[in-house]
């Protein structure tokens, strides 16, 4: 995920250069892409890292919202995260490794 790893390095300079707009952007194409990779990833040997990926890029997201003083936008985010960390404990047939990644 070489892709990701630029996106959110993208997205820190925007940050901490008070570009928000810029930073939420890049972050949601972060979030995007972990989302498009995430099934690969999470039933290979790495589920945290695939779990890790999307949470971060959400985290990423909400911290240029409350920069903003969007506090429900920040606060509809974290109720993505949940959403999405519910969602994928419901999948069936879960190893151990992927179930101790969505409790991680």
């Given at each position: 995920m070489l892709?990701?790893?630029l996106l959110i390095?993208?997205?820190k300079?925007?940050?901490y250069n008070y570009c928000y707009d810029d930073a939420i952007e890049v972050n949601?194409?972060?979030l995007m892409l972990s989302k498009k990779h995430f099934d690969n990833i999470?039933?290979?040997n790495e589920p945290e890292k695939a779990v890790a990926l999307v949470v971060i890029s959400y985290?990423?997201?909400?911290d240029s919202?409350?920069?903003k003083n969007k506090f429900t936008s920040a606060q509809i985010l974290f109720e993505d995260i949940f959403y999405f960390l519910r969602d994928i404990n419901k999948r069936p047939n879960k190893c151990?490794?992927?179930k101790a990644a969505i409790i991680n």
């Open positions: 892709d990701w790893k390095t993208d997205a300079k925007a940050y949601n194409h972060a999470f039933i290979s985290l990423n997201i909400i919202h409350v920069a151990s490794f992927q």
